[in-house]
């Protein structure tokens, strides 16, 4: 049994938090899917239906100056960490003032100097990355450092991934790797993904500690991804979870996922977590109907008010663009234009 | 006197005394010194600094990307330039995106040993400088002397970009310098190897050395060759280029790398397009052969150009 386990579950307090949390990460998607129907987010809109409450269990025990490098369905696990609607609609919508500032968008955000990565598309390369990070606060004579990072089922089997936790384990880094398995990479299902009894196999194989969680279950992320977070800090060394779910939605709202087969959909994988979360708070009598639904309500309204006000922000001018890539100026290189 | 090896090797040392945020990461680095013995008794001096690396070229690089974000100078050694292939994501598409994306930049050095020696085959001799160069965000430095060895890996390492450093491994040990440099010229700046008045050789690197050899052989025909020492190929010093074409009215490029797309492809387009009324004659260049890097030293030495090949290409291009 690894320490996780043993640890006790969230309080109400806890539980409220990360649940008012999932509920604004699902209101927010809820509208990035419905401006993306409306033609005004160009390119992908990547959503992490099904997955809020494991995603935010990671983001809500990180503390202020540890490392998190979230992946394509961390909505929920990003706004624990501090993201918020403002910056999360202008990434996706073009804003000139978003973090990115039109120069890449959608889930490719974050403010690396925070501590809060910005992903790329190539899946694996964060692990490393964070492990790395991790090594400088090592080296600088930083204690009580945690870096989290969250990937896929297909995630594990690229190179970068298997890389990336062998160097987390030989330096024995308190780094925390989420490994959603949502049954699915884009439309391959796990049968075609990996031979493994289980993904934890692959933690074992490198010597790193591995946690399981029922994805759907709010109380459960929260202690076991705590549990993982908090063995990491205490000097533990590296731990994986993977969280058992099901994407509730396709891969990007491109895509209707008609391969997901119906089966999952009706198994207890296929349950919703925020519904289940809401059922629990409301059997628990931690919060009414009402108190519940006046919650949506203010996210709601933030949502589209915020929605409206991006939409009137400026996009990037490609005639002031600098077209550089690299801060030193002196460096630039110079291209006679035809 | 101080070989080229033992130049970057000092460089470290004085980068490692002088700056606690500079580490060094790659296979065998430690107390072996690595493959080439770069870092010979580097990790007795800096045993916290310099540190092994399991063969893992994509962690390796992005373990220096996330080192970089949290403020350290890392400083990674590919065991050889043609292993950077398995890095190559977190390269080109990591550190190379980083600053555009985030204006968070990303000072990392990766240390390219590159270049052929006789016997080092098709994955032990390959030149990465167009590969890279090619990609926004990299600046891509290619010494070709022991002073520029040191003094570009300590300038490589004070820069906020990402730098692929391509040190060649046949200069390692064969080239020697009375004494380090004091000063240097900086990156992005082309060095003049040689002054002369009937034609310009554009080059970098080892065969900045065999041009030099092929100069010299011309000189006994009555032909005084320049020879352009480009040391950093991106940025490329075009405006020195240029300058010696104005003088020399004839323009040959030589690159121990594939002629595809190359560097030599790069100075030729660029001079076509920007001093294409200077030229006397069709630009002309020298590459090595497009098959693999072969084995046997004979095959080796008439895969890339030598002394030889570019006093006759010279030649031709002399009489065009």
């Known amino acids: 049994m690894s320490s996780a386990s043993r640890n006790s579950g969230p309080t109400r307090t806890e539980y409220l938090k990360a649940f008012r949390v999932m509920l604004a990460a699902r209101i927010l998607e809820e509208k990035l899917a419905s401006l993306y129907r409306a033609g005004f987010i160009k390119g992908g809109v990547f959503l992490g239906r099904g997955q809020e409450a494991l995603s935010v269990s990671v983001g809500i025990h990180l503390h202020k100056g540890d490392i998190f490098a979230p992946l394509i369905r961390d909505q929920a696990g990003r706004m624990a960490f501090g993201d918020t609607i403002l910056d999360t609609l202008r990434t996706y919508l073009g804003s000139q003032l978003g973090s990115m500032r039109g120069r890449d968008g959608n889930i490719h955000r974050g403010r690396p100097a925070e501590g809060y990565y910005a992903m790329i598309s190539h899946l694996g390369a964060m692990v490393s990355t964070v492990a790395g990070a991790l090594l400088a606060r090592r080296m600088r004579g930083e204690t009580g450092v945690v870096g989290a990072t969250c990937i896929g089922d297909g995630g594990t089997s690229t190179g970068a991934f298997h890389e990336g936790l062998n160097v987390a384990a030989v330096e024995k880094l308190p780094l925390v790797v989420v490994v959603a398995n949502n049954q699915y990479a884009y439309s391959t299902p796990n049968s075609r993904q990996f031979a493994c009894k289980d993904l934890l196999d692959k933690a074992a194989g490198y010597g790193v500690t591995g946690h399981h969680v029922d994805g759907t279950d709010l109380g459960e992320c929260l202690r076991v991804v705590g549990g993982a977070i908090r063995a990491a800090r205490e000097g533990g060394g590296p731990q994986m979870v993977v969280g058992e779910l099901l994407r509730l939605v396709g891969h990007g709202e491109h895509d209707p996922g008609l391969y997901v087969d119906p089966k999952l959909r009706t198994s207890p994988l296929g349950r919703d977590c925020v519904r289940v979360a809401e059922d629990f708070v409301l059997e628990q009598k931690w919060a009414t109907a009402e108190e519940i639904a006046a919650w949506k309500t203010e996210v709601k309204n933030e949502v589209d008010d915020t929605a409206l006000r991006v939409r009137r922000e400026p996009t990037p001018d490609p005639a002031e663009e600098e077209w550089r890539a690299i801060s030193e100026l002196h460096l630039q290189d110079h291209f006679a234009d035809a | ?320």
Not at chain 2, 129 to 142: H, R
């Open chain 2, 1 to 320: 006197m101080i070989t080229y090896l033992e130049a970057l090797n000092a460089a470290m040392d004085k980068l490692l005394a002088d700056d606690p945020r500079v580490f060094i990461y790659g296979q065998d680095v430690g107390a072996f010194g690595g493959a080439f013995k770069a870092t010979l008794g580097l990790k007795e001096k800096y045993p916290d600094r310099v540190l092994d690396a399991p063969i893992s070229e994509d962690a390796i690089v992005g373990v220096a990307i996330g080192a970089a974000i949290e403020g350290m100078r890392p400083i990674v050694e590919m065991q050889f330039a043609d292993f950077s292939t398995c890095g190559f994501n977190q390269i080109v598409n990591h550190a190379g995106t980083l600053f555009y994306r985030t204006e968070v930049p990303c000072p990392i050095v990766v240390r390219l040993p590159s270049g052929g020696t006789p016997g080092g085959g098709p994955f032990h001799s390959q030149s990465m400088e167009a590969l890279y160069a090619t990609y926004p965000g990299l600046i891509v430095m290619t010494p070709g002397t022991v002073e520029d060895a040191y003094s570009m890996l300590i300038e490589a390492v004070a820069l906020d970009d990402p730098v692929l450093f391509c040190e060649h491994k046949f200069l390692y040990n064969h080239l020697k310098a009375e004494k380090l440099p004091t000063e240097c010229l900086p990156a992005g700046k082309a060095r003049i190897a040689r002054r002369g008045r009937d034609a310009t050789i554009v080059t970098y690197s080892a065969m900045v050395h065999e041009s030099l050899a092929a100069a010299e052989e011309l000189v006994g025909e009555g032909y005084e060759i320049e020879i352009i020492d480009l040391r950093t190929v991106k940025p490329l010093d075009t405006d020195t280029v240029l300058a010696s074409v104005a003088r020399t009215g004839r323009l040959l490029c030589v690159s121990e790398s594939w002629p595809w797309g190359g560097v030599a492809a790069e100075v030729i387009a660029r001079v076509s397009a920007e001093g294409f009324a200077l030229l006397d004659a069709p630009p002309q260049r020298l590459n090595a052969k497009d098959t693999p890097v072969p084995y046997h030293p004979d095959l080796w030495a008439a895969h890339r150009p030598t002394a030889n090949t570019i006093a006759n290409a010279t030649r031709r291009l002399l009489q065009a």
